[in-house]
C-alpha cells in the first residue's frame, strides 16, 4: 500500500476534527487557517511546506516529519516537538505562539525564531547552536545541558540562562540582556 503524496496543494479554513487531513507526504503545500488543535500528525510527512495562521495547539506529532517547513503567525501551544522524526529535522517561526511547547534532545543547528512567544518552553539537552531567538519572550524557558554557542540572544526579552549548565561560547548577548545570565546569583543591577 503506498503513502498517499500531496504537491504544491493549498488547504484553507479546514477545521481537522470535521474534515481530517489524510496521512501521507505533503511537499510545497501551504496550509492556511487551518484547524489542527489537538490532531493526531503522526506518522505525517511535511517537506517544504507553510503553515500560516493555523492553530497547532496540543497536535500530537509522533514520528512526524518536518525538513524546511515554515510556522507563519500560529497559535502553537503545548506541543512536544521532540517526538518527531529527528531526520533532516528543520523548521521556522515568525510571529508565533509556542508558550509551553518541548524542544528538549533535540539537533536544532541554526533554527530560526521570529517575534516569538516561547514562555515556558524546554529547550532542555537540546543542540541549538546558531540559533536566532529575535524578538522573542522567553520567560520562564527552560535551559538545562543546551548548547548554545553562537546563539543570538541580542533582542530577545525575559530570558533566564546559567552559564554554568549550557555551552554559551560565543553566543551573543545585548548589555541589556545580561542579566538574564546573573539570575541564578540573586544579584540586583540598576
Partial sequence: MSTPYFEGQTFSHQNLAESPLQQGEYEDCIFKNCDFSNFNLSG??????????CNLSMVKL???????????????LGVNFSSCHEFLLSFSFRNCMLNLSSFQ????KKIRFYNC????????ESDLQECL??????????FYHTNLEKADFRTAL????????????????SLEGVTGLLDKY???IS
Avoid: H, V
Avoid at 117 to 124: A, V
Fill in 44 to 53: 505525517f510527512r511535511f517537506t517544504t511546506c507553510r503553515f500560516e495562521s
Fill in 62 to 76: 509522533g514520528k512526524t516529519a518536518f525538513q524546511e517547513a515554515e510556522f507563519m503567525d500560529c497559535k502553537i
Fill in 105 to 108: 534532545k533535540l539537533k536544532l
Fill in 117 to 124: 512567544s516561547l514562555q515556558e518552553c524546554d529547550f532542555t
Fill in 133 to 142: 531567538f529575535d524578538q522573542c519572550d522567553l520567560l520562564r524557558a527552560l
Fill in 158 to 173: 525575559q530570558y533566564s540562562l546559567d552559564p554554568e549548565q549550557n555551552r554559551l561560547k560565543k553566543a551573543r548577548f
Fill in 186 to 188: 540573586g544579584i540586583l
